[in-house]
């Protein structure tokens, strides 16, 4: 069954906690919230303090997207901030299996990422240490990226590699409604949305998204 992740980069920040209630009164169960560190991407959000002060003020899940570079000296920060999800970038890293069994022994889900232009040949050596693999669908870091139509082929080469192991997929950038139903279909679990929730009616987008991924 297919999730839809509201990014809270692409909430009004100014008014977060106004914004977070509402997410929680449209039936999101899951926050998908990026750290970004200016040197993987070019912009710069959140440090574990401030993903601490939203856990604590959520019933959400919260999956945090580490798109920084050496992930493995802020983890631990990280992990003390009580969150549910993290993913780390396989371009930020030589010590992705080190930081993956770290994350998981503390009792959070792991995930590793892969920008588009990354090949996915590694993901056979992290199966045994990951919960879902994330997919960037745009290059990350920048805000209004069209979603990239190649990813659904890294999609099912994913599914490919994965075969029955209870691991899922999830996308990130650029999905509306529309895209999301498709990813729905292709077997996509977890499907982050900024846009397409936030700009305009929020309660109209929060509506269209929530029916695009119902079965």
Known sequence: MAEILPSIFGANLMALKNEITFLEAQGFRTLH???????????IAFGPDHVSVIKKNTAMKVDVHLMVS??????DKVIAAGVD?????????????????????????AGIVYNPSTPLSSLKYLLGYVDYVLLMSINPGHWGQRFLELTFERVQEVRDIIGNKNIAIEIDGGVNAEIATRLREAGVSLIVVGGALFNGDKMENAARLNAAIAE
């Open 33 to 43: 919230l990026d750290m970004m560190d200016g040197s993987l991407v070019p912009n």
């Open 85 to 109: 999800m993290i993913s780390i970038h396989y371009e930020a890293t030589i010590h992705h299996i080190d930081i993956l069994q770290r994350i998981r022994k503390a009792g959070i889900k």
């Open 70 to 75: 050496a992930p493995e000296k802020i983890i």
